[in-house]
């Protein structure tokens, strides 16, 4: 009976769709699922895209619930009427528009500018792909009241996506995500979107906005003296056919660094990404072509962003020279490592500094900002959480760093999201750093693990698609909520947070205390042995997200691998408990 109710309300927006002004090829399409495809009629048309942790994202194709020029366009349209009423009180409201490299970005871009300017918005538009980070740093840099970035990240090809920025330069947050979803509702039809807005009104951005971007991304680097000794690291980099390509080396060719290295076939700008099955450098198959390159060329570190120039993956050679993948839970720790021993060093630290981390990034992170006594936030996932913090201490503190464990990090606040330009640029001098104290970056994480603790995590994905999916991961969470484990690899639990409800609960005396952070769908499990579990609906993907977080004191480097080994067993021991594995 369900099914039945399904069907006939997604076959009522269909006809709904096939009855207003869109093109002739997307009528033919729906025509096509409602005669031969029930199954693809009801996943394009069962639900509409809502803003995420990531904004607007689907799959590309005709329909409701798909990346098309429709849901974008009236996207744009509720994002156009929020600020038109936000902003009431100004002259002149402007947005800035970039595009990644996924096939119909450069179309969904324009369309966007083009829906800003009938809505009588001044509309900037970037002359090409561009990361990310410079979306950000561009509306802060022209004044504007948002921005959008078409891309779907480290999705796989078949996606893209829609980010919407607010005036400070961060992705938009409660309430105004809320509000705009609420000024979307309230089109009630393709119809009502303006999408003849006058192309030759559109700003073109070009160079003169890359080089104040790489300006600000070379002035974050601390010791430029050591790059100047040491400029000949060899450094391979690959974009992943992102857009990556040409900023990434132009950001380590200014900071002084003349070994760099490109995979000429990684280099070419494609949507299809036909050089690997998925272009997320989370994934260790994306470094495959940048690991035989370094090999070849006996590089000391190698770095791939993704589409989108907002995450990194690295590798580096490990103690007997052979190049390992870092995951990212260590390379926000170098990362921070290297900030906070920097910014110490050099006597910047003032009592006013402060990091932030996501709930379910490694806290070895934690105990370093404890380490050189930094005030540090825990958020929840997304950057947007980080750029908030960062609003909220505007003028008062000064951020250094934050990042997540899927590879993201920021490094000052000149941008105000992820930034794999400045990271890549950061981790380079990193190198160059360790090499000055006769070290490799390998040796630095062992420094890391014996001055603080020894961590382990790891991740498991289960993927649920499509509607049925989504079912099946929301029961999951209400099964874990409704009976949560009591003890995990013979350690009790102690402590359940819960993330929706606001609350943290003591195991032991049943005492409650209330989470100050935003409602979301997460549980954590801290159990008696320092053990951390965190589950969590992806906001942007189909799947379910488990994080394991284990440590131990690690006293002698000798001893690191017995150690990781255990750390592993303990890992293990509790996926099997909870029946991932």
């Not at 022209?142 to 996606?159: D, F, M, R, W």
């Not at 900002?369 to 997304?382: E, F, N, S």
Request: include cysteine; charge should be negative; hydrophobic fraction near 40%.
């Amino acid at each position: 009976m369900e099914n039945h109710n399904i069907l006939i309300e997604v076959k009522k927006k269909a006809e709904e769709w096939l009855n207003s002004p869109i093109d002739e090829a997307s009528k033919t399409a729906i025509r096509d699922m409602l005669a031969n495809n029930e199954t693809e009629l009801i996943e394009s048309f069962y639900r509409d895209l809502e803003f995420g942790t990531g904004g607007l994202r689907g799959i590309m194709g005709v329909g409701t619930n798909r990346m098309n020029i429709y849901t974008l366009g009236m996207a744009t349209q509720g994002l156009c009427n929020y600020l038109l009423d936000q902003f009431s009180d100004r002259k002149e409201i402007s947005v800035a528009v970039a595009h990644d490299c996924r096939n119909n970005s450069p179309l969904f871009a324009e369309i966007t500018a083009q829906i800003c300017i009938a809505n009588g918005i001044k509309a900037y538009l970037f002359d090409g792909l561009r990361p990310t980070p410079e979306l950000s740093f561009a509306i802060r840099q022209l004044g504007c009241q948002s921005g959008v970035v078409i891309t779907a990240s480290h999705n796989p090809k078949e996606y893209n996506g829609y980010k919407a920025y607010w005036e400070d330069g961060a992705q938009i947050i409660n309430p105004h995500d809320v509000n705009i979803i609420n000024e979307v509702k309230k089109i009630k039809s393709i119809g009502d979107v303006k999408f003849d807005g006058d192309k030759e009104k559109i700003i073109t951005l070009g160079e003169e906005m890359d080089k104040l971007y790489l300006d600000e991304v070379v002035r974050q680097s601390i010791n430029p003296e050591l790059i100047a000794a040491n400029p000949d690291i060899k450094i391979v980099y690959t974009p992943i056919h992102g857009t990556g390509v040409e900023l990434v080396p132009r950001a380590l060719k200014l900071m002084g660094f003349t070994s760099i290295y490109n995979v000429p076939e990684q280099d070419v700008v494609d949507g299809n990404f036909p050089t690997v099955i998925s272009p997320n450098p989370e994934e260790s198959a994306a470094l495959d072509m940048a690991l035989k390159k370094a090999d070849e060329v006996g590089a000391d570190l190698v770095m791939a962003s993704d589409p989108d120039a907002d995450r990194v993956g690295i590798a580096i050679r490990d103690d007997q020279g052979k190049l390992m993948l870092v995951n990212g839970h260590q390379t926000a720790s170098l990362l921070s490592y290297y900030l906070l021993s920097q910014w110490s060093e050099r006597g910047k630290l003032t009592g006013k500094e402060y990091i932030v981390k996501t709930i379910v990034t490694t806290e070895l992170i934690a105990d370093m900002a404890r380490h050189y006594k930094v005030p540090y936030w825990d958020v929840l996932t997304g950057f947007k959480f980080i750029a908030d913090i960062i609003r909220k201490n505007e003028d008062k503190m000064t951020f250094i760093g934050g990042g997540e464990e899927s590879y993201g990090f920021m490094i000052g606040d000149f941008v105000r999201d992820k930034d794999a330009v400045a990271s890549c640029a950061i981790l380079a001098e990193l190198a160059a750093w360790a090499r000055s104290r006769g070290k490799s970056m390998y040796d630095i994480i062992m420094e890391m693990y014996l001055k603080f603790s020894c961590y382990q995590e790891s991740l498991i994905n289960v993927v649920r698609k499509g509607k049925s999916g989504a079912e099946e991961i929301q029961q999951m969470m209400a099964d874990f909520r409704a009976y949560p484990p009591e003890k995990l690899n013979g350690s009790p639990v102690v402590t359940i947070r819960d993330y929706l409800e606001q609350v943290s609960t003591d195991c032991v005396s049943g005492a409650k205390t209330s989470i100050d952070l935003p409602k979301s769908n997460v549980l954590q499990f801290l159990l008696k042995d320092g053990s951390k579990v965190s589950v969590r609906p992806s906001g942007t993907e189909p799947k379910i997200k488990f994080y394991f977080s284990v440590y131990d004191q690690l006293d002698n480097r000798d001893d690191y691998k017995q150690v990781k080994g255990k750390l592993e067993e303990r890992i293990e021991a509790i996926k099997r408990e909870l029946k991932l594995i």
